[in-house]
């Protein structure tokens, strides 16, 4: 028998922020991902402790070449988040080490939160090919933590469970 609960998680739009210090470049990337992986299952969004105040150049083009969403990127403050009539969050995934190791807000609700730390692209030196090969990468990882959250069956998992499998996907290799 399938219970009320059940049916309401699989109807439900989860929401997701990704925060990263900057919010120029992993948090976007994982932003526009999701919300064209989730399938409308879930929407993303993504914020930053001191953000940048623009989106990586890179970050941007490679979304364009790979024709990933980009209407309504920016890099933005997690305060944004806070506010009244903002989003409810049901997870929070920290993409960045230092995001992860700084006191975050008081989110309302329970939102689930992990961290799926990786190095940052936009912190690559060298030539213009090996800056977009760090975004590349930067891509490919995120991409492949997202379809593992996709594909977890939130709706049967417990909360403790569900926390377990978003602490397992940031383990994933890079």
């Not at 940048?52 to 403050?77: D, V, Y």
């Not at 989003?87 to 992860?100: L, R």
């Not at 991409?143 to 996709?150: C, D, P, Y």
């Amino acid at each position: 028998m399938v219970s009320q609960h059940n049916i309401r998680m699989a109807e439900h739009v989860f929401n997701v922020l990704f925060l990263c210090t900057g919010n120029s470049a992993r948090s976007i990337l994982a932003e526009s991902l999701l919300n064209h992986q989730g399938h409308g299952r879930f929407r993303a969004f993504s914020a930053g402790s001191f953000p940048k105040g623009r989106i990586h150049p890179i970050a941007l083009a490679l979304l364009q070449e790979l024709e990933l969403p980009t209407a309504g990127l920016r890099s933005k403050s997690w305060d944004e988040f806070e506010t009244p009539g903002a989003p409810q969050m049901d997870f929070i995934i920290t993409v960045c080490d230092d995001a992860a190791g700084e006191v975050c807000p008081v989110w309302p609700g329970r939102p689930i939160t992990a961290h799926w730390g990786m190095p940052d692209p936009a912190a690559v030196e060298g030539s213009d090919t090996e800056k977009w090969e760090a975004f590349r990468v930067a891509l490919r990882s995120l991409e492949n933590r997202i379809l593992a959250f996709t594909s977890l069956p939130i709706a049967s998992l417990d909360h403790l469970r569900l926390k377990a499998e978003m602490d397992r996907i940031g383990r994933l290799p890079h």
